[in-house]
């Protein structure tokens, strides 16, 4: 798993959590918190911190979170008949800071729902590992993430390299089950089509990281 996850930046660990955990977790997220289709103020609650460091313990999953990883997010996705939506293909490249630090290094500051974000240094973000715990099963319907496989070895890309990528390496969808999870590296290349069903494709997207970051900066929160 390990190689094929260095080669294509993405890997699918099935059976992490069972059907009843993911029908107990989805009652933690009300209908309130995700009128816009989703949250990223998640990490700061009691259970979503077990999960993380659940997530972390995990014996496959382990094999690719380094253990002295730190988890800094964990954003709630919903995507439903009512709350449909879809992303085009990009690379997250956006973390959640404590204070600003100037820095020409450092670009692209945002704020969002209250908290501080910017553009990771590239060598920040290949290290970077995301988990995706899929509370529903998430078929080709679903609206399930589409990835270019091999793409997050290109580094930082712009619009134009983007679309190479595109055209050289075909698109995979990655669906799971209820309780399984989608591993992948933040700097891969994914999107999100709408679901054409009528079922809900809920998701607790963690992010992991190392603890010390550079140029003084330093994380919002780590557990």
């Known amino acids: 798993m390990e190689l094929a996850f260095s080669r294509d930046g993405f890997a699918i660990v099935p059976h992490v959590l069972s059907v009843g955990e993911c029908e107990a977790l989805a009652k933690h997220v009300t209908p309130e918190t995700t009128a816009s289709g989703g949250t990223r103020c998640l990490l700061s609650q009691s259970w979503c911190a077990l999960l993380a460091d659940r997530l972390r313990q995990h014996r496959e999953i382990s094999r690719l979170v380094p253990r002295d990883f730190v988890a800094v997010q964990c954003t709630y996705f919903e995507k439903s008949a009512l709350r449909n939506w879809l992303v085009p293909f990009h690379q997250d490249l956006s973390i959640p800071v404590a204070e600003h630090v100037d820095n020409p290094a450092l670009r692209g500051w945002s704020e969002k729902e209250s908290s501080l974000f910017v553009q990771a240094p590239v060598e920040v973000l290949e290290q970077m590992v995301s988990v995706r715990v899929h509370l529903d099963e998430c078929g080709e319907e679903d609206g399930p993430l ?49 679901g054409t069903g009528e079922s809900r494709r809920r998701v607790l997207h963690f992010v992991f990281g190392p603890r010390e970051l550079p140029f003084s900066l330093m994380w919002k929160q780590a557990v």
Do not use: F, N, W
């Open 146 to 194: 589409r990835v270019i496989p091999g793409s997050h070895t290109y580094g930082r890309i712009d619009a134009e390299a983007m679309q190479v990528a595109k055209a050289k390496t075909a698109e995979v969808a990655c669906v799971a089950e209820q309780g399984g999870v989608l591993v992948l590296r933040p700097l891969l290349l994914h999107a999100s089509s709408k």
